[in-house]
């Protein structure tokens, strides 16, 4: 990774990785070779000379001069070449903005909506979590899609979203309440983007019927079936207090990240 800032002093540097919504982008942040971490910021302002006129290629506040989209001599010429050390994937969560494994919010029950007169703070709350999913996937592949919920933002209500794999529409859960669940059951390896250096073998009921409150105030009965029914059942969980790792059978522990070899394939099923 180079630091694409102009020539400075001190030992600050940031490397580009992806543009984001809203005039933002992801940048890499490195002091020295020990602290590293993913940080979101702002576009530089500032634009570029006639006739293109390009916008600065950097962020907004930073220092030295601006570099400019065809300014090739220009950008190789400021480069440096660093060392940089890997991120552990908690850590780039963190850095997310996603609460870790330890703060007291993800063991609490979430507090239900009172809709529709709440409905404007719920919409405002998923709004936010479909921002946080938006950032996160541009980091990670999720192939057997993912989720996430409110308590995971430092935020205490009931309020979940989940993007299953593949082309389908985003699951909005607002006070979801698990109804029945069928008695057959699986085992599939889960992760937590509140503790994401692991994953962990979780039994889960194959098929779940959900409660959800739509924004007018309506109750909407939904029946989930195999990794969907997994990746909800997970969120509700969370609005529940409750980590993956309370649902593992006894004696068996999360392992390292680095042992698991089904990063970017869907779960398995028979019949599929």
């Avoid at 220092?63 to 940089?84: A, L």
């Avoid at 959800?212 to 969980?237: S, W």
Wanted: glycine residues 10%.
């Amino acid at each position: 990774m180079q630091c694409q800032l102009p020539p400075h002093e001190g030992s600050e540097h940031y490397g580009f990785l992806d543009d984001l919504e809203y005039g933002t982008a992801l940048w890499l942040r490195w002091y020295g070779s020990t602290d590293v971490r993913l940080v979101v910021l702002p576009d530089c302002p500032a634009a570029g000379p006639p006739p293109d006129a390009e916008g600065c290629c950097l962020f907004a506040d930073h220092v030295g001069i601006h570099t400019w989209q065809n300014t090739t001599e220009e950008t190789q010429s400021t480069s440096r070449e660093v060392q940089v050390i890997d991120v552990r994937p908690s850590q780039q969560m963190r850095d997310l903005g996603v609460v870790q494994h330890g703060a007291g919010i993800l063991t609490e029950p979430a507090r239900a909506f009172d809709l529709p007169a709440e409905c404007d703070e719920a919409a405002r709350i998923t709004g936010e979590l479909f921002a946080a999913m938006e950032r996160i996937g541009r980091v990670h592949p999720f192939a057997k899609g993912m989720g996430i919920a409110a308590p995971q933002l430092g935020i205490g209500r009931a309020a979940a979203v989940v993007q299953p794999p593949g082309d389908a529409p985003a699951v909005i859960l607002l006070n979801p309440r698990i109804t029945t669940r069928s008695e057959e059951m699986d085992e599939q390896c889960e992760g937590c983007l509140s503790f994401f250096d692991v994953r962990g073998l979780v039994p889960r009921p194959l098929t779940i019927t959900v409660e959800t409150t739509a924004l007018t105030g309506e109750t909407i009965t939904t029946v989930y079936e195999r990794g969907l029914a997994r990746l909800i059942h997970h969120e509700v969980d969370h609005l529940n207090g409750l980590l993956y790792s309370a649902r593992m059978r006894a004696g068996v522990e999360p392992i390292p990240v680095e042992e698991y070899r089904q990063t970017g394939s869907s779960w398995v099923y028979d019949g599929t």
